[in-house]
C-alpha cells in the first residue's frame, strides 16, 4: 500500500487547528480574571509565547491577544513575558508585515505591560523595540491602531518623566498633534490625554509640546459653538497643565487667543466645563499682576463668582483659589474684589455644609484679600468673615494644614484691623489662646491712643478677663499682656484683679458711716402713728365689703 499525502496533510491540519482552537479558548480564560492565577500555575505564557511567530497569522493574532490579556490582569505574568526578550523582539519585530488587528494587539500588549513599573517599561520600549512599533503605528492609517497607540503612550509618559522625554525626543510629537485635526472624536481625546501626561511632568516637556505647535490646536475645542463636552474639558485639562509651569508658556497660550473664550467657558451651562475653565484662570493668574489685571478687566471677577455661586456636585475650590491669587497681586486687585460683592458669597462657603478642603481655600483667599491694609481688613470684619474663620479653626474635623491655614489668615487679617469695636467684640473666653494673641496684640497698640477704647476695655471686662489668663513666662502672650496692663493705672489692674491696694483699705478702716442716712429707712414709728396705721386698715372702703367679715 502507497503512502497518501492526504494522511500528512490531514495531520498538519489537524494540529494547526488544534492550535487555534487552544489559543483562542486561553485567550477567552485569559480574559476573566479568575481563571489568571491557575493559568499562572499551569505555564502558560511559556506555552504561548513561542506561538507569536506561528506561521498562521491568525493563531499569532490570538497569541498576541492572549498576552495581552494575561499581561492586563496579572503582574507575574506581564513579568514572565518581558523576561522572554527575544520572542517579544520578534513580536513587535514583525509589525510592519502583519495586519491592523495584530498592531492594535501589539499596542495593547504595550500599553498593559507599561502599566506596573518604570523598569519593565524601560525594558519593553528600548530593548524589545517598543517605541519603534509604537511610532509605525502612529503612522498607521487606520484610526483604532492610532487610537491603541496612544493609549499606550499615555500608560508609559504617565510612570516616568525619562521615558516620556524619550517618547518626546523620537519624534512622535507631530504625529500625535496630527491626531487632534481628525474628525473623530475619540481620536482627539485619546490624542489629549497623551499630551496631558507629557504636560504635566515638567516645564521641558510642555515646552517641546507648545514648539510643535500644539495650542492653537487646542484651543479651537474652547471655542463656545464647540459642541463636543469631552474634548472641551479634555483640552482644557491640558492647557491648565501648560499654562501651569511659567510665565513664557502662560503668555505663549495667551498669544494663541485663549482669551476670551476661556472667561466664556465659566459661563457654560455645563459644571465640569465651568470648573476646568475655572482651574486655567487659577493658573494664569498666578504668574503676573499684569495677567491678573487683564483677567479682571475682561470681567474675570464676575466669571469666577457665577463658577462659585452654581457649584453644585464639584468643589468651587479653583475660582475661590483663583480670587485668592488675584488679591495677592495688589491692593488695587483686593479691593476690586471687595466691589465685586465676593465676600458675601465667601463667608456664605464658611457658614454652609461644604467639604473641609473648600473652606480651608476659602479662609486663604479671605486673608490674601484683607492683608492689604486697614481699609480691605475693615471689609473683611464687617461681612463677620472673622467669627466665621475661628469657627472653621475650632471644628473638631479640620485637618491641621487648614488649621494652619485658618491662623495665617486671621494674622494677616487682624494685623491690618485698626477698628477697635471688631477687636473688642472677638474677645470672648470661648476664643482660642493661639487667636486671641493676635487680637490683644493689636489692641495693645490702639489702647495707648485711645482713651474711649481703654474705657471699654474695663467696662466691657477684658481687662479682668485678660488678669486670669496665666502664660508661660516670658512667652509671646505674657508679653502682650503686659503690654496691655501698662495702658493702665497699677491700681486699677489690682481693683479688677480682685486685689486692692493697701491705700484703699485704709481708707476703708478710717470711713466712718453716717448713721442718719444709714438707718433712714428702718426708723421705729411713734405708738400715736402705730395706732393710726391700725385703725386706718381696719376702716373699709366706700361702696365695698369690708374684707374683716
Not at 11 to 36: C, G, H, M, R, W
Not at 140 to 155: G, H, K, L, Y
Not at 258 to 281: K, T, W
Not at 320 to 346: R, T
Amino acid at each position: 500500500m502507497s503512502p497518501s499525502p492526504k494522511v500528512v496533510v490531514q495531520t498538519f491540519d489537524n494540529y494547526a487547528k488544534s492550535q487555534l482552537t487552544f489559543v483562542q479558548n486561553v485567550a477567552e480564560l485569559a480574559a476573566k480574571p479568575a481563571y489568571i492565577e491557575c493559568l499562572y500555575e499551569s505555564h502558560v505564557v511559556e506555552i504561548v509565547l513561542p506561538l507569536v511567530t506561528n506561521i498562521n497569522p491568525t493563531v499569532r493574532m490570538n497569541a498576541v491577544l492572549c498576552l495581552v490579556r494575561l499581561a492586563g490582569n496579572s503582574e507575574p505574568c506581564a513579568k514572565q513575558i518581558v523576561c522572554s526578550k527575544n520572542l517579544l523582539s520578534r513580536l513587535l519585530g514583525q509589525l510592519v508585515k502583519e495586519n491592523k488587528y495584530y498592531k492594535k494587539n501589539c499596542m495593547n500588549l504595550v500599553k498593559n505591560l507599561s502599566k506596573y513599573s518604570s523598569a519593565i517599561t524601560e525594558i519593553v520600549i528600548k530593548e524589545c523595540g517598543g517605541i519603534d512599533a509604537i511610532f509605525i503605528c502612529m503612522k498607521e492609517f487606520d484610526s483604532f491602531v492610532r487610537e491603541a497607540a496612544m493609549q499606550a503612550i499615555t500608560c508609559i509618559t504617565r510612570l516616568d518623566v525619562k521615558l516620556s522625554q524619550l517618547i518626546v525626543d523620537y519624534g512622535v510629537l507631530p504625529q500625535i498633534v496630527l491626531c487632534l485635526k481628525e474628525q473623530q472624536q475619540s481620536l482627539k481625546l485619546y490624542a489629549l490625554s497623551a499630551l496631558d501626561e507629557m504636560a504635566k511632568n515638567n516645564e521641558d516637556l510642555a515646552l517641546k509640546i507648545v514648539d510643535v505647535p500644539t495650542l492653537p490646536h487646542v484651543i479651537i475645542f474652547l471655542m463656545p459653538n464647540f459642541v463636543d463636552k469631552k474634548v472641551q474639558k479634555s483640552a482644557l485639562i491640558l492647557i491648565k497643565n501648560i499654562v501651569k509651569h511659567s510665565l513664557y508658556l502662560t503668555e505663549h497660550a495667551i498669544e494663541s487667543n485663549l482669551f476670551p473664550d476661556i472667561l466664556l467657558l465659566m459661563a457654560h451651562p455645563d459644571e465640569s466645563i465651568r470648573n476646568n475653565a475655572a482651574q486655567v484662570i487659577r493658573e494664569v493668574v498666578q504668574h503676573s499682576v499684569q495677567i491678573a489685571q487683564m483677567v479682571v478687566n475682561s470681567g474675570g471677577i464676575d466669571k469666577l463668582l457665577n463658577v462659585i455661586s452654581c457649584s453644585q456636585e464639584l468643589s468651587p475650590n479653583p475660582a475661590v483659589h483663583a480670587l485668592g491669587y488675584i488679591a495677592a497681586m495688589s491692593p488695587k486687585l483686593a479691593s476690586a474684589i471687595i466691589q465685586s460683592q465676593v465676600l458675601m458669597h465667601l463667608t456664605a462657603i464658611l457658614r454652609s455644609d461644604t467639604d473641609k478642603l473648600t473652606k480651608a481655600g476659602t479662609v486663604w483667599t479671605l486673608g490674601m484679600i484683607g492683608q492689604h491694609s486697614a481699609e480691605h481688613a475693615r471689609s473683611i470684619c464687617s461681612c463677620d468673615a472673622i467669627t466665621n474663620i475661628i469657627d472653621v479653626y475650632l471644628d473638631s474635623g479640620i485637618e491641621s494644614e487648614s488649621r494652619h491655614k485658618c491662623i495665617v489668615a486671621l494674622e494677616q487679617i487682624l494685623k491690618k484691623c485698626d477698628d477697635y469695636n471688631v477687636l473688642d467684640k472677638l474677645l470672648i473666653p470661648s476664643t482660642p489662646t493661639e487667636i486671641m494673641i493676635y487680637i490683644l496684640e493689636k489692641i495693645s497698640i490702639i489702647l495707648p491712643k485711645n482713651s474711649l477704647a481703654r474705657r471699654t476695655f474695663i467696662t466691657n471686662g477684658h481687662l479682668k478677663m485678660i488678669q486670669n489668663i496665666n502664660p508661660e513666662i516670658n512667652s509671646e502672650l505674657f508679653q502682650v499682656i503686659k503690654a496691655i496692663n501698662c495702658c493702665f493705672p497699677e491700681d486699677i489692674i489690682q481693683m479688677v484683679a480682685g486685689d486692692f491696694p493697701e491705700t484703699v483699705m485704709k481708707t476703708v478702716d478710717k470711713y466712718v458711716p453716717q448713721s442718719e442716712c444709714l438707718f433712714f429707712n428702718r426708723q421705729l414709728k411713734s405708738d400715736e402713728q402705730l395706732h393710726k396705721s391700725y385703725s386706718t386698715s381696719k376702716t373699709p372702703l366706700s361702696g365695698e365689703e369690708s374684707s374683716f367679715k
